[in-house]
């Protein structure tokens, strides 16, 4: 663009108080300096809100940023919960009704607002893998997951399981679930920040193999990215040889529209791993990992 001669001068003038107020719009939500908000408006300011809804236990639909109608009418929902005027406009009002919420929560931590899903693989009739000694893997992986639960939780995220004991997913609200289908559905449903599937490994033809192993999405370097620190944050906190990340052609990873990882967890074909993995103190140490890498992926 050329120098502004005096006769442009207002219109350049009007321009940039329009970029001013564009970007006053596109900053994130910290304390007082929340920006207004109503059907229309889209960015992070937007997500920031759909979190907070949903930490609050409204459904404003997927966090996608758009405050659409779903969005609106869960704001609504959610200011005549608060007593405050229904007007589906977000101002300093509901700002900090919302604020004062989390802070009398448990969603007082770092990863306040997050919502994160955990998938315990199998469960119900589908047992996953055997140890030679009987061990079934769902057992396993839903222990791990209860206690990674916790651990989020404490700091400040919003936990979802695509199953919370020995059930097929999806087997609460149907009678012959698709339970691959439910756990992706649990997950872009809730407009997730994460997804983590959590299996424990197998590989008969060496029971001398041990250690942990990541997986991901092809092409999202964000998925490869989570799949990595987790791997070497259970590594590090479980002392579990890291061996590798790579693709994964896995559905649960495949269809879910947010950064997953498929993480193995030990083999059930190892002896030391799955006598570990018995151990109720190793399976903390392994939540205490994955808890720290969602951490650490997601406060970059
Ligand atoms: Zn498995």
């Known amino acids: 663009m050329g120098k502004a001669r005096p006769v442009t001068a207002p219109s350049t003038k009007a321009i940039a108080v329009a970029a001013v107020a564009f970007i006053l719009l596109l900053i994130p939500v910290r304390g007082e300096a929340a920006p207004l908000l109503r059907l229309g408006d889209y960015g992070e300011s937007v997500a920031q809100l759909q979190r907070m809804l949903l930490a609050a236990g409204f459904d404003p639909g997927p966090v996608d940023g758009i405050f659409g109608p779903r969005t609106q009418a869960a704001t609504?929902?959610?200011?005549?919960?608060?007593?405050?005027?229904?007007?589906?406009?977000?101002?300093p009002q509901t700002w900090g009704a919302l604020n004062r919420?989390?802070?009398?929560?448990?969603?007082t931590g770092p990863l306040r607002g997050r919502v994160i899903v955990?998938?315990?693989?199998?469960?119900?009739?589908e047992p996953g893998a055997i140890s030679y000694w009987g061990?079934?893997?769902?057992?396993?992986?839903?222990?791990?997951?209860?206690?990674?639960r916790r651990y989020l939780e404490d700091q400040g995220a919003v936990v979802v399981m695509t199953r919370?004991?020995?059930?097929?997913?999806?087997?609460?609200?149907?009678?012959?679930?698709?339970?691959?289908?439910?756990?992706?559905?649990?997950?872009?449903?809730?407009?997730?920040?994460?997804?983590?599937?959590?299996?424990?490994?197998?590989?008969?033809?060496d029971p001398g193999v041990s250690g942990v192993m990541g997986f991901y999405r092809a092409g999202s370097w964000e998925s490869q990215r989570l799949a990595r620190t987790l791997a070497s944050n259970v590594s590090a906190s479980a002392g579990l040889r890291y061996i590798d990340t790579?693709?994964?052609?896995?559905?649960?990873?495949?269809?879910?529209?947010?950064?997953?990882?498929?993480?193995?967890?030990?083999?059930?074909?190892?002896?030391?791993?799955?006598?570990?993995?018995?151990?109720?103190?190793?399976?903390?140490?392994v939540a205490k990992g994955l808890a720290r890498g969602v951490r650490e992926f997601l406060l970059r």
């Open 76 to 91: 609504m929902a959610f200011q005549e919960s608060a007593g405050l005027v229904i007007d589906g406009i977000v101002g």
């Open 101 to 107: 919420l989390g802070g009398v929560s448990r969603g």
């Open 246 to 285: 790579q693709v994964g052609p896995y559905y649960v990873l495949n269809n879910t529209y947010m950064p997953a990882a498929l993480m193995e967890i030990g083999f059930v074909t190892n002896w030391n791993d799955v006598n570990l993995l018995r151990q109720d103190w190793f399976q903390d140490a």
């Open 118 to 125: 955990i998938d315990p693989g199998h469960g119900g009739p």
């Open 164 to 205: 919370y004991g020995d059930y097929s997913p999806g087997s609460d609200w149907s009678p012959r679930p698709d339970e691959l289908l439910a756990r992706v559905s649990i997950a872009n449903s809730r407009g997730a920040d994460l997804f983590l599937s959590i299996h424990i490994n197998a590989y008969p033809k």
């Open 135 to 148: 061990d079934k893997e769902k057992h396993f992986t839903l222990g791990i997951a209860t206690k990674t």
